[in-house]
């Protein structure tokens, strides 16, 4: 090989390292500051407010059995009238009471198949009436009166009451204040970790919020079929407090 052609293998031996070198130098730099160059700190903040119910939530259903369906939706509504008259005795308005479901749908009785005695007799189902029922729900804000809703409603012998649920109508206001206070707490926590590093805050990137516990209701009782017996229910009931949390995750720039 003369010289001309070591010289220029050489030169392109050397151009392939550096160039090789600079590639790996990037990587690193990126890799070191995320996918678009800014470096970046993590900071969670917990905030916690407390709520006291205001609002009390019952749900009962009525479902009747006859023969002919129109029979059936009249003694089902006979009753529901009996038990909106008395929970509207109560106070309770007209928009804080609604129809959660309404069916109408085929009776079935099993019915046994003649058979040899002593071998295994199988059973039919047919068609024998129709049930009626009607789920409803009611919302009422005097608590001092839930166990008298109750009582009211499980007077009449409903298929089934599902309640008491205590919760906080406006649990928006409550979850925002809870935010407030987890976001100050992140922003406290951003500001000392950037004073130990040696850093100045930027501007957030990217903010995430997590865990926001909504005010979880609290079961009361739930009646079966039958009906209840509305002498167990308490004159009153304490209804207590909820606490809300929320959990939030802030990105900042760092210069």
């Known amino acids: 090989m003369n010289e001309n052609n070591k010289m220029h293998s050489w030169k392109y031996w050397a151009l392939f390292a550096l160039i090789v070198f600079a590639v790996v130098s990037i990587a690193q730099r990126d890799d070191s500051r995320g996918n678009d160059g800014t470096k970046t700190i993590t900071v969670t903040g917990t905030g916690d407010t407390y709520a006291i119910q205001d609002t009390a939530e019952v749900s009962f259903t009525v479902t009747k059995t006859a023969k002919d369906v129109k029979v059936a939706q009249s003694e089902m509504n006979d009753v529901v009238a009996q038990i909106l008259k008395a929970v ?15 069916n109408v749908y085929p009776h079935y009785t099993n019915v046994a198949v003649p058979c040899p005695v002593g071998s295994y007799c199988p059973t039919n189902s047919k068609v024998d009436g129709f ?23 499980g007077k009449f012998n409903p298929t089934n009451i599902s309640g008491l649920n205590f919760v906080v109508e406006d649990d928006q206001a409550v979850l925002q204040e809870a935010r407030q206070k987890a976001i100050t707490d992140a922003k406290s926590k951003a500001k000392e970790l950037a004073k130990e590093l040696g850093v100045h805050l ?22 079966g079929m039958g009906g209840m017996d509305s002498a167990s229910v308490p004159a ?17 720039e760092i210069r």
């Open 236 to 252: 009153s009931i304490p209804t207590g407090q909820n606490k809300i949390t929320s959990n939030v995750t802030i990105v900042y």
């Open 202 to 223: 930027g501007k957030v990137v990217s903010f995430d919020e997590n865990g926001g516990g909504r005010p979880v209701p609290m079961m009361y009782a739930k009646v």
């Open 131 to 153: 049930d009626a029922s009607q789920t409803i729900e009611i919302k009422m804000h005097d608590l001092a009166k839930s166990g008298d809703l109750v009582s009211a409603i």
């Open 88 to 102: 509207k005795d109560l106070g309770v308005e007209d928009k804080n009471v609604k129809t959660i479901s309404y």
